[in-house]
């Protein structure tokens, strides 16, 4: 499945890197758009999804966040509230092509990427369907849920005066990516990509967890009444299954639910976990898109 290469223009003069799967045809088709997740790249991990959405006939859209792949904007700066004014910007973007019919749009997103897509869908009520795939509900108890209890408090502590010190000297502490994100599941996928993905080897600021842990999408998921399929992974190591159902319990729209037993946090994007997560998703598409 071929696919072109797009550039979408923002408000702050940092283009968007894309790419649309699919065959542009005269008569304008119904778009998913995909939403990467924690310091991703549309090169990894989504092709799968855009290529089985648009061989079913939707025109597919990915992008890469500022600050990431081939995006303009500071290196490797991830602040999710920017990344959501991304995804407005790629969904207006998406509406005004004539390719693309702008009463049909669904939005999807995995991980980082979902939560995304759900703080979106509750600025939005026109989306057509959101597909949320393994995402998390509150960043605070996503970071300090592995930590002993005693522990917790003096951690985010420690997080909030690092914060103070950023915002009254502007310096910002840059460390790999396996730095913030320590679990094995991701400490062994990054290994994986940045050989064969140099692009993927930046730094972050440490301070990102401050960000994660204020990012709490369960707070806006009672706005949301877009019809709304949520898969999670039974042995998510990252994002753990009862943040996923946490977030599906407090959306209100029409919504289902799929657990995939035995698979973790990155094996829903190839082999029989990616197949059972794709066959639920084609599903809801033909319902609701």
Not at 57 to 80: C, I, N, W
Not at 172 to 182: A, N
Not at 268 to 281: E, N
């Given at each position: 499945m071929q696919y072109e290469d797009v550039s979408i223009p923002s408000a702050d003069h940092q283009p968007l890197a894309g790419r649309v799967y699919g065959q542009l045809k005269a008569k304008p088709a119904p778009v998913v758009v995909l939403c990467h997740g924690f310091c991703g790249i549309q090169d990894i991990?989504?092709?799968?999804?855009?290529?089985?959405?648009?061989?079913?006939?939707?025109?597919?859209?990915?992008?890469?966040?500022?600050?990431?792949?081939?995006?303009?904007?500071?290196?490797?700066?991830?602040?999710?509230?920017?990344?959501?004014?991304?995804?407005?910007?790629?969904i207006d973007w998406v509406k005004a092509q004539s390719w693309a019919d702008a009463e049909r749009v669904a939005l999807w997103g995995t991980s980082l990427g979902a939560c995304h897509a759900v703080v979106v869908a509750s600025r939005?009520?026109?989306?057509?369907?959101?597909?949320?795939?393994?995402?998390?509900?509150?960043?605070?108890?996503?970071?300090?849920?592995?930590?002993?209890?005693?522990?917790?408090?003096?951690f985010l502590e420690t997080l909030e005066k690092m914060q103070a010190r950023r915002t009254s000297t502007g310096k910002?502490?840059?460390?790999?990516?396996?730095?913030?994100?320590?679990d094995p599941q991701s400490r062994a996928f990054f290994e994986r990509c940045k050989a064969s993905h140099p692009e993927m080897d930046v730094k972050i600021p440490f301070l990102t967890v401050w960000e994660m842990a204020h990012y709490k999408p369960v707070d806006v998921a009672i706005r949301v009444v877009t019809p709304t399929l949520v898969v999670v992974a039974g042995d998510d190591q990252v994002n753990p299954a009862e943040q996923g159902l946490e977030l599906y319990g407090r959306i209100r729209g029409r919504k289902a639910v799929?657990?995939?037993?035995?698979?973790?946090?990155?094996?829903?994007?190839?082999?029989?976990?990616?197949?059972?997560?794709?066959?639920?998703?084609?599903?809801?598409l033909a319902q609701y898109l």
């Open positions: 991990l989504l092709p799968a999804y855009a290529k089985a959405f648009a061989e079913v006939g939707y025109l597919a859209v990915t992008f890469d966040y500022r600050g990431f792949g081939a995006s303009g904007g500071e290196r490797g700066r991830l602040v999710p509230q920017q990344q959501v004014l991304d995804v407005l910007t790629v939005l009520p026109s989306l057509k369907c959101l597909l949320l795939q393994m995402p998390f509900a509150n960043g605070e108890t996503l970071i300090t849920g592995r930590l002993p209890e005693a522990e917790r408090a003096p910002d502490l840059f460390v790999p990516i396996p730095k913030v994100m320590s799929q657990v995939i037993d035995k698979a973790g946090h990155y094996d829903l994007y190839q082999g029989r976990a990616f197949d059972t997560a794709v066959g639920f998703q084609l599903d809801w």
